[in-house]
């Protein structure tokens, strides 16, 4: 009777391993299945992660050219204009140095939305060849600084009608050549009035 059950207890014990390492790989294909879909959804979340974009386009090397000038240019007509209220000796010339002031102030804060728009910073003072002239004519008064400042502003408005009539149609940039040309009968009728006070001095 111990010899058949012998075989029996064998077969048995077999079976009992083979439901072992069944339940095993199960398990392992589980573990696998799980990391799967953890692998999955990662994957997921950096595919749907909202994409970073830049909104500044960067400007061609002529229109970076126009826009620093024309920051300069305009912060050295606030500042000669300020210098004419306070030191020229007729009444037209210092008040052609507040309209100076005033449109020139307007047209920089315009430029300057604009460059920060582009990643460009613009500097808030003036080169120091600029700097220098502005501190000589603080030093001058009456008839003189009328004088040397009607000459200089005839001289500066008839370069920078020409800079900004090129760049009204050479921009590569669309918004800049639109302001380039929005500005220009500015400019027009600056040099108009300072002419018209040239002749009457």
């Known amino acids: 009777m111990k010899k058949k059950l012998i075989p029996f207890a ?3 014990s077999a079976a009992f391993i083979w439901s072992c390492n069944d339940t095993s790989d199960s398990a392992t294909a589980d573990s ?3 990391t799967s879909t953890m ?6 979340n950096v595919n749907t992660a909202p994409a970073t974009t830049v909104t500044a386009t960067p400007l061609t090397k002529n229109d ?4 620093l000038d024309a920051a300069i240019g305009g912060i050295m007509e606030v500042q000669a204009g300020q210098l004419a209220q306070q030191n020229a000796k007729s009444q037209r010339v210092k008040d052609f140095g507040g309209l100076m002031v005033a449109d020139h102030t307007k047209a920089n804060d315009e430029l300057r939305s604009y460059a920060s728009g582009h990643g460009i910073t613009l500097p808030d003072s003036l ?10 004519m603080r030093k001058m008064q009456g008839s003189a600084f009328d004088k040397h400042y009607i000459s200089m502003m005839t001289s500066d408005h008839q370069k920078v009608i020409a800079k900004f009539k090129k760049a009204s149609e ?3 940039d669309a918004q800049l050549k639109t302001w380039a040309t929005n500005t220009l009968p500015t400019l027009q009728k600056h040099l108009d009035s300072v002419q018209a006070i040239k002749k009457g001095m």
Do not use: G
């Open 10 to 12: 064998i077969c048995l």
């Open 64 to 67: 970076s050219t126009f826009v």
């Open 170 to 172: 050479n921009c590569d």
């Open 39 to 44: 692998d999955t959804a990662n994957t997921t």
């Open 32 to 34: 696998d299945t799980a």
């Open 127 to 136: 080169p120091a060849d600029k700097q220098k002239h502005i501190n000589s």
